[in-house]
């Protein structure tokens, strides 16, 4: 084989052991989400329900999904969702956001970390 082609499958082994791995990452996330978010917010469509859906948050401005009446709390707060603020959020909505309609708190550190890591990777 020439060099090309082993460094070609080389790269697709490397990646696909990256993919795997990152799956099998979100996995616990993606099962926490659906247990413990999916009631209210959706993520395999931009459908809005109860809560805003949920499909690029990470990155997003809190209070910017079209069509979803925030509270005028979560719309005026110009959070900006990275993996920290969803942290202190997923911790205590009210104590980050006084007045938001978030009531669900999620007190378990590392299932946090799991939902936003899966959340990440959306």
């Known amino acids: 084989m020439n060099k090309v082609v082993i460094a070609a499958l080389?790269?697709?082994?490397?990646?696909?052991?990256?993919?795997q791995a990152l799956s099998q990452e979100?996995?616990?996330?993606?099962?926490?989400?659906q247990q413990r978010c999916g009631?209210?917010?959706?993520?395999?469509?931009p459908r809005n329900g109860v809560g805003p859906h949920l499909l690029g948050v990470v990155g997003r401005t809190a209070g910017s999904v079209?069509?979803?009446?925030?509270?005028?709390?979560?719309k005026g707060s110009a959070i900006a969702w990275?993996?920290?603020?969803l942290e202190t959020f997923l911790s205590?909505?009210?104590a980050m956001v006084r007045g938001t309609r978030m009531t669900q708190r999620f007190?378990?550190?590392?299932?946090?970390?799991?939902?936003?890591?899966?959340?990440g990777a959306q």
């Open 10 to 19: 080389v790269s697709l082994a490397v990646s696909g052991h990256a993919t």
């Open 26 to 33: 979100a996995a616990p996330g993606q099962k926490l989400f």
């Open 39 to 45: 009631a209210c917010h959706q993520l395999e469509t």
């Open 66 to 74: 079209d069509g979803f009446r925030y509270s005028a709390a979560l």
């Open 82 to 85: 990275t993996s920290e603020t």
């Open 92 to 94: 205590n909505p009210a």
């Open 107 to 119: 007190n378990n550190a590392d299932e946090r970390r799991a939902i936003i890591a899966f959340l």
